[in-house]
């Protein structure tokens, strides 16, 4: 039986795309599992800045981006404008409890292509297999269990995307995929003393307790 692994995405990130182009090795070893988020929302949880938000970050992000997928042969165009809101498309994707077919559908819809979900909502889900007038979901029950996966997400010490986590271990970032390898033949990698020293690094910007 494979391990369980869970995949945190959201549409709005570039590196979810590429880990989704590249995830194959990944899924000989593993039970892959998308969960849906909403990364404005996990930003927001974790007190963190997307790249968008630091000018010389975003340049230099999209240009990694564009230089990532050319060395890996990955299709890849930004759409007209980033970030858009992607709450409503997580929101759809979570509904269709979509697989990694439907997914791979949307992402390309996005990263392929380079389109706006959100200002081409229609064309979205005709590329999903629905109909050009699919409404918004507006479901309290849909927008709770994005919140409550988001959430959840958090409380693991997620803080950006795309997040692969097994049991308690989590692994960022689209060039993660050697490092969750090694895990996944590994489980007790992280027990060496190079690991272990790392809780011992003292961090002064931490905040101190009773100062």
Not at 137 to 164: D, M, W
Not at 181 to 209: G, M, R, T, V
């Amino acid at each position: 039986m494979k391990t369980k692994a869970y995949l945190y995405y959201d549409i709005l990130s570039p590196f979810t795309y590429f880990l989704i182009k590249l995830r194959k090795p990944l899924e000989t070893q593993l039970e892959l599992i998308p969960v849906p988020v909403f990364l404005a929302g996990l930003l927001r949880l974790q007190n963190n800045r997307g790249p968008a938000e630091i000018a010389s970050k975003r340049e230099y992000t999209y240009r990694w981006c564009v230089w990532f997928a050319q060395h890996h042969h990955i299709p890849f165009k930004f759409p007209p404008r980033h970030p858009f809101s992607s709450v409503a498309a997580q929101r759809l994707l979570l509904k269709l409890n979509a697989d990694f077919h439907l997914i791979e559908k949307a992402f390309d819809f996005v990263w392929a292509h380079g389109n706006d979900p959100e200002s081409q909502w229609g064309d979205f889900c005709e590329v999903l297999g629905l109909t050009l007038d699919t409404p918004k979901p507006q479901e309290e029950s849909v927008k709770l269990e994005l919140t409550t996966h988001t959430n959840e997400a958090a409380s693991f010490g997620i803080f950006g995307l795309p997040t692969v986590r097994i049991e308690k271990e989590i692994f960022w970032g689209c060039e993660s995929i050697p490092m969750i390898l090694d895990f996944a033949n590994d489980p007790n990698l992280f027990q060496s003393n190079a690991y272990q020293e790392i809780s011992l690094i003292d961090n002064p910007l931490s905040p101190k307790k009773g100062g």
